[in-house]
């Protein structure tokens, strides 16, 4: 299953956001969640949800592209948006444990949001000491195109309730983690190695404990083995 991640790590944090826009220097986050896991005998155990919406900066407003995809209005971001400061602490206080392993489906992307997030208050630092997996790049290695979230869904027949709000795709990220673990337990070998479009380049600022490497459309073998 996990087994092979958990020889390495005393934790695993699947990580899901949802934004303002693309873009992770001018662009905001809006919602965040964590789903926290150890590991319990032949499986594992949550030991903790983190699930909440973040307050915009003031005189900011949500496209209706963004309303209408995730189905956070502005009026719940005034009312339930916690402050950016107090969302800070929490994430931090999640990942500050260096044998700690961050998942994401699409992970660049959201690292790159976290890391201009975190950074505005002095607090980056915390994720130079985890290691960092994405779930699409493993998922890329298994089946061929296309690669969204739902593809995966699908293709392993997971449930998935609310696509597109933090806390479900964290969810269902961690869910396909455990099935592609059941299917072939490599994940380790993907740790900090993002494959990327060839066409498009790696997108947003490069991580720089990641290695990026080349990941078409279809699959021609193992990404750690090429």
């Known amino acids: 299953m996990m087994n092979s991640l958990f020889t390495h790590f005393d934790k695993i944090v699947v990580v899901d956001i949802e934004t303002t826009g693309f873009n992770s220097k001018t662009d905001e986050i809006i919602e965040i969640a964590g ?7 032949e499986t594992y155990r949550v030991e903790h949800e983190l699930n909440t919406l973040v307050s915009l900066s003031e005189g900011r407003k949500l ?14 971001l005034m009312q339930y948006g916690k402050p950016k400061l107090d969302v ?28 201009y997030f975190l950074m505005k208050f002095d607090s980056a630092k915390v994720l130079k000491q985890v290691k960092m997996l994405d779930a699409m790049t493993i998922y890329k290695d298994r089946r061929d195109y296309p690669h969204k979230l739902s593809d995966a869904v699908s293709a392993y027949k997971l449930e998935h309730k609310n696509a597109h709000r933090a806390i479900d795709d964290a969810k269902t990220t961690l869910n396909l983690l455990v099935a592609m673990g ?20 790696v997108s947003g ?22």
């Open 88 to 115: 800070c602490k929490q994430i931090v206080e999640i990942f500050d444990n260096p044998k700690t392993l961050l998942v994401a489906y699409n992970a660049q992307f959201d690292l790159c949001f976290l890391y």
């Open 63 to 76: 496209s209706h592209e963004i309303t209408g995809l995730t189905g956070i209005s502005d009026q719940m």
């Open 35 to 41: 789903v926290q896991v150890s590991s319990d005998a």
């Open 182 to 201: 059941k299917e072939n337990d490599d994940l380790e070998r993907y740790i900090n190695l993002f494959g990327y479009n060839p066409k498009y380049g």
């Open 205 to 226: 600022t490069r991580i720089s404990s990641i290695k990026y490497m080349p990941q078409g459309y279809n699959r021609c073998g193992r990404l750690y083995e090429m």
